[in-house]
């Protein structure tokens, strides 16, 4: 079983910054994909940023050049590092784990809120 616990969550003004943290147990993280979506009140869950196991990313348009994501295999651990942050990037923020030609073995964190005043 894996377990992903997210960090880092919190209130920030427009402009600030943030550093989301998840981490994962197990040993299967080296082998998977690694994402953080979100999801606002009232809408759907999307993908923000998403990094491979050789650390080649995916970013949505509308965090491009704001955001980072970003892997380290030894600590098992996945960043999003949030800069210029908007109000509108208020959301749950959620870690997933996809294990490579698994498709079916998918993980979610317990998501942590960030919250962005204007």
């Known amino acids: 079983q894996v377990h992903l616990v997210e960090s880092g969550g919190g209130k920030v003004q427009a402009g600030g910054s943030l550093r989301l943290s998840c981490a994962a147990s197990g040993s299967i993280f080296s082998v998977s994909v690694m994402g953080w979506y979100r999801q606002a009140s009232g809408e759907q869950r999307e993908l923000v940023a998403s990094v491979t196991t050789d650390s080649s990313t995916n970013y949505a348009d509308s965090v491009k050049g704001r955001f980072t994501i970003s892997r380290d295999n030894a600590k098992n651990t996945v960043y999003l590092q949030m800069n210029s942050l908007k109000p509108e990037d208020t959301a749950v923020y959620y870690c997933?784990?996809?294990?490579?030609?698994?498709?079916?073995?998918?993980?979610w964190g317990q998501g942590t809120q960030v919250t962005v005043s204007s």
């Open positions: 997933q784990l996809r294990v490579v030609n698994f498709p079916k073995n998918v993980y």
